[in-house]
């Protein structure tokens, strides 16, 4: 049965930031899953530097030619081994045409990893596995691939829209792969055999969490989602999409527990946003989405998230301290700002007296003696 860390504060469950991930199964023994996943290593977005994602990323390794078409450079070091001969490997990676540099795929923009099995590969993608056989689990490289392993001479004028020889560059990520004797790829499993594979990698995540190794965790709860794609997702209904939201959901719950601890925060507003599609009063994505705008400086959208949760969940004291602490640093920036413009506009200055020239002084007493003149008239008319 799922259960989770319970809060010091009221039985608060939400806002911890030690707490174990929702869901966390209790660990009765670290028992390895007969269809275990390889997944030594760090794999996580945060490999590649902060840069214009738009672009391949500039690499300073060696390059290393893995065929007479592919060559290799070495972004960030993977572990274990390389996948064998037909392997189900599971992959993030952005892809290019090498002369207009048009990015024609992202799947971490789709948040949708390629599941690519190694030597039945379509065509279009030799290249690419010819370079991902050569990977370790988490590692990243970038790959130059000629166009004869890529869309060939007649390029894709659909989707993905490809120039006839085009050369291309992909930007690739391991996520993990299961050899052969593993299991069996996605498309010939049945809803149950995916939400079981899902759940197994979703408590294998569960137990790295709670080890304190967030990066592989992050790494197994990304496996889990590849079995929990949209294309598998719009299928179901009923009993079926219950169960698979009931892994699905508590993934990108824990992904975002994950992240708040490496200060990823726009990844934490994303997958908590994907929660919140399905269930918008969830306590938890509003309260992580929360602190993630909180810690980016987003307080009015943080106050909102922060302000609905303590609809739902009124006694909850993180909350409170939450919505306590964005009051106490909007008094603050307040307080900064009012003695930083201080001084800057000071009091209208005091009206001056009119000073009159000459020529007025003389016009307003030729009006004056004008008007006793007249006064004096209409008098002696009378």
Not at 54 to 63: I, R, Y
Not at 293 to 303: F, M, Q, Y
Not at 315 to 323: I, T, Y
Not at 358 to 379: E, P, T
Request: aromatic share 8%; proline share 5%.
């Amino acid at each position: 049965m799922a259960v989770e860390q319970a809060s010091d504060e009221m039985g608060s469950r939400i806002g911890q930031d030690d707490e174990v991930p929702e869901d966390i199964k209790e660990v009765e023994s670290s028992e390895e899953s007969d269809g275990g996943i390889k997944v030594e290593g760090s794999v996580f977005r945060s490999s590649v530097a902060e840069r214009d994602e738009s672009l391949p990323p500039k690499v300073d390794s060696e390059v290393e030619v893995l065929d007479e078409r592919v060559t290799k450079q070495i972004i960030k070091e993977g572990h274990g081994t390389t996948p064998p001969k037909y392997s189900t490997c599971f992959l993030n990676y952005r892809a290019w045409t090498e002369m207009t540099m048009h990015k024609f795929e992202d799947t971490w923009l789709e948040q949708q990893p390629l599941e690519l099995l190694l030597g039945r590969e379509k065509p279009i993608l030799r290249g690419l596995a010819i370079g991902v056989a050569s990977m370790k689990s988490g590692e990243s490289s970038l790959f130059h691939v000629g166009w004869k392993l890529g869309y060939g001479e007649e390029g894709s004028f659909s989707f993905p829209n490809v120039p006839p020889k085009a050369d291309l560059i992909y930007e690739v990520e391991l996520i993990g792969f299961e050899e052969p004797r593993e299991g069996k790829p996605r498309s010939d499993m049945t809803v149950e055999e995916r939400i079981e594979a899902a759940e197994r990698r979703k408590v294998e995540g569960n137990q790295f969490f709670k080890d304190e190794k967030l990066e592989l965790a992050i790494q197994q709860y990304e496996m889990a989602l590849a079995y929990m794609g949209d294309d598998f997702m719009f299928q179901l209904f009923g009993k079926y999409k219950d169960m698979a939201n009931a892994v699905k959901n508590p993934c990108h719950l824990n992904m975002a527990a994950c992240m708040l601890k490496l200060n990823r925060y726009d990844d934490v507003i994303a997958h908590c946003n994907v929660v919140l599609i399905e269930e918008d009063k969830n306590v938890k994505a509003l309260f992580r989405r929360g602190k993630a705008r909180a810690a980016l400086g987003r307080t009015d959208e943080a106050k909102e998230d922060f302000q609905n949760v303590k609809k739902l969940a009124p006694d909850d004291v993180a909350v409170v301290r939450e919505l306590k602490l964005i009051a106490e640093q909007d008094k603050e920036l307040f307080e900064k700002q009012k003695e930083l413009y201080k001084g800057l506009f000071g009091p209208p200055p005091a009206e001056k007296p009119e000073k009159l020239r000459w020529y007025q002084i003389i016009l307003r007493w030729l009006v004056s003696k004008l008007r006793f003149l007249l006064r004096l008239w209409n008098r002696k008319q009378d």
